[in-house]
């Protein structure tokens, strides 16, 4: 069964009334609540506190906040709610934009931080194909971090699938899983062009 908080928010995302400024707000509550969910991949420490009682209290926590890398721009606020279920993540961002011809991703923008060591959280709103997640961790894993978990809010199973056919040991974490891609590499029943539904449609050229 499924996180019925996080089904109602997808179900807001699919809703094609729903308007820009609430689109990005869902993807936002989306992220915080699956940064928490993958919270439970991450490396765990035991850290001790001394309460205003003067009582000692040991918790389970993290052991540090992953590093969030988004993929602009539908990943925008998506990687911004993941990063709000960590203290102190530091946030980094991918351009990466699919050829709508050949469907293969033409990548640019890069700004991450440094990432050696650390683990890794790549937050992508929807993860179709696969092809730019791929491109995305051959491009981060140059950087040789601990690990790199992948965030989608939906994914298409044959994109899961070739993600983690090439990646074995990938750990991918998807709101929701759509059975089928169209002849244009969308998802159904998807929800349309995830930046355009954030931002407004763009002008190319």
């Given amino acids: 069964m499924g996180n019925p908080i996080l089904e109602e928010l997808v179900l807001k995302l699919r809703d094609p009334g729903t308007n820009m400024r609430d ?12 940064g928490y969910e993958i919270s439970a991949e991450l490396e765990q420490v035991e850290k001790r506190v001394t309460t205003v009682l003067k009582e000692e209290a040991a918790h ?34 991918i351009a990466a934009e699919r050829d709508e011809l050949t469907l293969k991703p033409k990548m640019g923008y890069l700004g991450i931080p440094e990432i050696m060591g650390k683990e890794v959280i ?3 709103t929807m993860i179709a194909t696969g092809g730019s997640v791929l491109a995305c961790l051959d ?5 040789h971090p601990k690990r790199i978990i992948v965030a989608g809010v939906i994914g298409s199973a044959q994109g899961v699938r070739r993600i983690t056919s090439e990646r074995p040991d990938c750990i991918i974490h ?14 159904l ?3 349309g062009d995830a930046g355009d539904r954030a931002y407004g449609a763009k002008k190319n050229g």
């Fill in 174 to 187: 998807c709101a929701a899983i759509d059975a089928k891609l169209n002849n244009k590499g969308y998802i």
């Fill in 122 to 124: 790549l937050a992508d």
């Fill in 60 to 93: 389970m926590t993290y052991k540090e906040s992953p590093i969030v890398i988004g993929v602009l721009r539908a990943g925008l606020p998506f990687a911004l709610g993941i990063s709000k279920a960590y203290s102190d993540s530091e946030i980094g961002f």
């Fill in 189 to 191: 029943p998807g929800l």
């Fill in 23 to 34: 689109f990005r707000e869902y993807l936002e509550r989306i992220g915080f609540l699956m």
């Fill in 139 to 143: 491009i981060l894993e140059s950087h």
